[in-house]
């Protein structure tokens, strides 16, 4: 069945250096990928998506693009804040009649001034 | 905010009980998703309504059961409770039932604390 796995946390950075959150997938057919984000005490926020191979996606400096010959999907920012500590999930689509997410484990990330 | 409403934020309960979790979706999405968070089996998705019609099953208890009203909000009953059942509860919503480039707005979410 479909899958997603991401790189085992936590990850720890010093603020402004350069983040990579590493995401493959499994799935049938033409997923959609998606990257959620969880703050502290906080419901799941969508920070980005891809719907297609090659589109990639943005928000608040973070990106990704949609690797099919990889399956892939790596989250990026440039220069990391201290208010980007959360944890990160990175999501599935699957193709079909079906709208449900299939979630990685999630990475945490920790930011330090 | 992202416009899904989720309630009680807490809820504390003994194990054998009944509770009843509540969702009211962003203005204009048809469809509800409930997903259950834990430690150990992550993020995994329970149940999706569309329009007040059940369309997806996922890893879903026969101990638990939803449904959706004809206001759009939907609820989430767990019944005979057991520990392992502690978790956070998402709901989030929609405007599609199936759509590549839908995307899912979530809830806040319900933590239930099994005793």
């Known amino acids: 069945g479909d899958s997603v796995t991401q790189m085992e946390g936590p990850v720890t950075l010093s603020e402004e250096a350069f983040l990579t959150i590493n995401c493959t997938y499994t799935?049938?057919?033409?997923?959609?990928l998606f990257w959620y984000v969880q703050y502290p005490g906080e419901g799941l926020q969508l920070l980005l998506k891809?719907?297609?191979?090659?589109d990639k996606g943005s928000n608040k400096g973070f990106e990704a693009t949609y690797r099919k010959e990889t399956t892939s999907f790596h989250l990026e920012k440039g220069s990391v804040q201290v208010s980007d500590s959360a944890v990160y999930f990175c999501?599935?689509?699957?193709?079909?009649?079906?709208?449900?997410?299939?979630f990685g484990t999630g990475t945490l990330l920790a930011v330090q001034p | 905010d992202s416009g899904v409403t989720q309630t009680p934020k807490h809820l504390i309960t003994a194990t054998g009980q009944r509770v009843t979790l509540r969702c009211s979706p962003r203005?204009?999405?048809?469809?509800v998703y409930w997903y259950q968070q834990s430690l150990d089996q992550g993020l995994q998705f329970l149940i999706q309504?569309?329009?007040?019609?059940?369309?997806a099953k996922g890893n879903i208890l026969e101990r638990f059961s939803a449904q959706q009203f004809p206001d759009l909000h939907s609820e989430l009953n767990l019944s005979s409770l057991e520990l392992g059942d502690s978790a956070l509860y998402f709901c989030?919503?929609?405007?599609?039932?199936?759509?590549?480039?839908?995307?899912?707005?979530f809830g806040p979410g319900t933590r239930l604390t099994v005793l």
């Open positions: 891809a719907t297609k191979a090659d």
């Open positions: 799935a049938t057919g033409y997923p959609s």
């Open positions: 309504y569309y329009n007040g019609e059940e369309r």
């Open positions: 999501a599935l689509r699957g193709g079909g009649a079906t709208n449900k997410l299939i």
């Open positions: 203005s204009g999405d048809l469809s």
């Open positions: 989030a919503s929609s405007v599609a039932q199936t759509s590549r480039k839908d995307t899912q707005y």
